[in-house]
């Protein structure tokens, strides 16, 4: 019972994504929106991704030096391994999870009110494509805005690991920066980027997906914006771990 009615589930978001994915109608009115969601879903967003992830690089590079950090150890393994986390996990993957609950509880409660206040019905009756003009300017949106979040990100986290230097005396600046630089791979930041864009995606479409098709009034639609957050969630470790094994 339960995995028919996911595989129903299912065939109703790829039958939604399907009419999500056509040739907008009118290309303006798109452009006009893109840049709009570009700047609601992306920009807005910069402030707590930013302010997370400075305390995020702070507590890493204190945590580390002060549990694993030994006199066997080089004395740049501190900054090192602050550098790894940060590009290989937290800025692409779990910042994206953040990102779940803020967007994606933002874009299922918009569309729901729309879809219980009968906006979408009305669209649906002048003829426009109700999916295409709600949900791909927003897609696309999210999905050009997330890598410019995860350099901000990283960006941030070393500002942050730099602080406890500065501010906590943790570790001397130049053996941070030798860390920070040590064997860096350039694929690791690549790697990055490709999981955030396809991440955008999962948040941005499964959230839309239970904001439209919600039945009901308000309380349907804030159980739907909680549903989008869980199964976005769920949907990004899952796919991270495989994302992970193809692209190592």
Not at 4 to 32: I, Q, V
Not at 79 to 97: A, D, H, K
Not at 203 to 217: D, L, P
Request: hydrophobic share 50%; proline share 2%; with cysteine.
């Amino acid at each position: 019972m339960l995995f028919n009615k996911s595989l129903a589930t299912f065939g109703r978001y790829l039958m939604l994504m399907g009419r999500t994915f056509s040739r907008p109608e009118r290309m303006r009115m798109f452009f006009k929106q893109y840049i709009k969601e570009m700047s609601q879903l992306g920009v807005d967003s910069i402030g707590i991704v930013l302010l997370i992830s400075f305390f995020i690089g702070a507590v890493i590079c204190i945590q580390i030096k002060l549990n694993i950090q030994s006199p066997w150890m080089p004395k740049f393994v501190t900054g090192y391994t602050t550098r790894e986390i940060m590009l290989l996990e937290f800025s692409s993957s779990i910042m994206c999870l953040i990102l779940a609950g803020k967007v994606g509880s933002n874009i299922a409660s918009e569309i729901g009110t729309m879809r219980v206040t009968q906006q979408i019905d009305a669209l649906e009756i002048m003829g426009v494509n109700s999916a295409n003009y709600l949900i791909l300017p927003k897609v696309l949106g999210m999905m050009t805005m997330m890598p410019f979040l995860v350099c901000f990100s990283i960006f941030s986290g070393f500002v942050g690991a730099y602080a406890t230097s500065v501010i906590g005396q943790v570790i001397t600046i130049d053996d941070l920066t030798l860390g920070l630089q040590h064997d860096f791979n350039e694929w690791y930041v690549w790697m990055g980027f490709i999981k955030s864009i396809f991440f955008a995606f999962v948040i941005t479409s499964v959230s839309a997906f239970y904001g439209y098709t919600v039945e009901g009034g308000s309380v349907e639609v804030g159980k739907a914006s909680t549903d989008s957050v869980v199964s976005s969630s769920v949907l990004i470790l899952f796919s991270d771990v495989l994302l992970t094994q193809l692209l190592s």
